[in-house]
């Protein structure tokens, strides 16, 4: 199945004030004026959504995290509902740093994934594994318990019709400047297929992107798409340059 490469951008907790977040968002539109051929979606901070979304033009919003309730007494937290109603498209769901410094759980990551789902959103699913994972050989059995248990109890059509995708974000290689080789990448997507293929069958996995996150420049982006076969990129801190991630863009489509 050929995919549109889908590029996320992943801003976390930056820029730190409303002008620099539409200064930025600004320079990434302009040199992306006439990109159609690729997705382009930007998490920026949901304080700053709703400016943004004002300039939006063809690329996409996405929210970093959401809440699995749609409203009530959950202080500090924003719901799938709210996020659409804003404009948002996509949410990130289960990122490591909201794993790690949350102690988000998987079963949390769940909750979540229903909800941007029938809020009509696109969840991104991240999983991956910690340097020590990887050095002890557990990487099939943490893919295997972060995508059984945040798929439980989500119904085959509901996944097939929502737009879901998973990115592969070895947490080793989150904003180390140390990227995961081109055959690891491989070897990963292919893992992650597997596991797919044994909760939701062949034709339904065949549709879901499978995305590599972890370190990605201008200089390596290509090779994930083209070598490793990755169906697009979540990008940290490189899209924080808007012509470094201009370029990432460019380049891979
Ligand atoms: C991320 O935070 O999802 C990420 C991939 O970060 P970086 O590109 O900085 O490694």
């Given at each position: 199945m050929q995919y549109k490469p889908l590029i996320i951008a992943n801003?976390?907790?930056?820029?730190?004030?409303l002008v620099e977040a539409k200064r930025l968002f600004g320079s990434v539109k302009k040199g992306l004026r006439?990109?159609?051929?690729t997705e382009v979606v930007i998490c920026p901070p949901s304080v700053y959504l709703s400016d943004i979304k004002n300039q939006a033009a063809g690329i996409k919003l996405g929210s970093q995290n959401c809440f699995?309730?749609?409203?009530?007494?959950?202080?500090g937290e924003i719901s799938a509902v709210m996020l659409k109603k804003i404009g948002c498209q996509y949410v990130i769901i289960g990122h490591s740093e909201r794993r790690e410094i949350f102690k988000e759980t998987d079963e949390m990551i769940n909750q979540k994934l229903k909800a941007v789902i029938k809020t009509g959103l696109k969840p991104i699913l991240c999983i991956g594994e910690t340097g020590e994972e990887k050095e002890q050989e557990k990487i099939v059995s943490v893919f295997k318990k972060q995508i059984k248990i945040a798929l439980s109890g989500v119904a085959k059509s509901k996944i097939s019709k929502s737009g879901f995708c998973i990115a592969y974000e070895p947490i080793w290689a989150i904003g180390s400047g140390e990227a995961c080789g081109i055959d690891e990448a491989m070897s990963a997507k292919l893992l992650i297929q597997k596991i797919l293929i044994s909760f939701l069958g062949k034709s339904l996995t065949k549709k879901i992107p499978i995305l590599y996150g972890g370190s990605v420049t201008s200089k390596n982006a290509r090779d994930f798409i083209d070598e490793a076969g990755m169906n697009g990129l979540l990008i940290g801190?490189?899209?924080?340059n808007s012509q470094e991630f201009i370029k990432i863009v460019k380049i891979v489509f």
């Open positions: 801003w976390k907790m930056n820029p730190q004030s006439n990109i159609k051929r699995w309730e749609e409203k009530g007494a959950f202080t801190g490189a899209s924080l």
